[in-house]
């Protein structure tokens, strides 16, 4: 029997120091190159209420894994905020399937008694959170396979797999590698 989500493809981390935490995976893991993008402002729905969030976000690949890292900027209401109340640094806050049909794995989850909790209000694609009540601290992140996205973490991933240890941190989304 196959998991309700399907395979996991990121790991999702909560950080209180975006470039603090960045520099600790490329020290202590040797992962990297990390592609941050800076003070996004995000629509966002939490617990049925509009929120807009400002996030900075950190994506690089360990193989097929991808690492993300997310640091909120502001004080509105937000997963990511409660998230870091329960713990202060940087911690794992989720882990992320991609999905080509995300509304049949919501259906799905929902059947096993999982909750949509929290979700993107604007594009690119479509992502949400879903927690179950048997155990609210695990997030599991369902994230749509838009083609925007999909070019990215292709391009992530790829880089990676070379990766000489230069530049270990770069603003911005990759360009495709030829």
């Known amino acids: 029997m196959s998991s309700v989500f399907g395979p996991i493809r990121q790991i999702g981390f909560m950080s ?3 470039d603090r935490s960045m520099r600790h995976f490329v020290d202590t893991w040797g992962v ?3 592609y941050v993008l800076r003070n996004l402002p995000i629509p966002m729905r939490y617990k049925g209420e509009q929120t807009d969030l400002v996030v900075s976000i950190a994506m690089a690949n360990c193989g097929d894994l991808q690492l993300e890292i997310v640091m909120q900027h502001n004080d509105a209401p937000s997963l990511y905020r409660d998230s ?6 940087l911690h794992v806050q989720h882990v992320a399937v991609w999905a080509e049909d995300p509304a049949a794995v919501e259906a799905g989850a929902r059947e096993k ?3 949509s909790v929290f979700e993107t209000l604007a594009p690119p694609g479509r992502s ?5 009540p048997d155990a609210p601290e695990v997030c599991i992140e369902v994230s749509d396979c838009d083609p925007f996205k999909d070019t990215a973490r292709d391009a ?3 880089i990676a797999s070379t990766w000489d240890g230069t530049e270990p941190v770069r603003d911005g ?6």
């Open 84 to 89: 870091l109340a329960r713990t202060p640094d």
């Open 32 to 34: 990297g190159p990390w």
């Open 113 to 115: 008694g999982w909750r």
């Open 128 to 132: 949400v959170f879903m927690i179950h």
């Open 156 to 158: 992530i991933k790829q």
């Open 16 to 18: 209180r120091d975006i």
């Open 173 to 178: 989304l990759p360009n495709a590698p030829e």
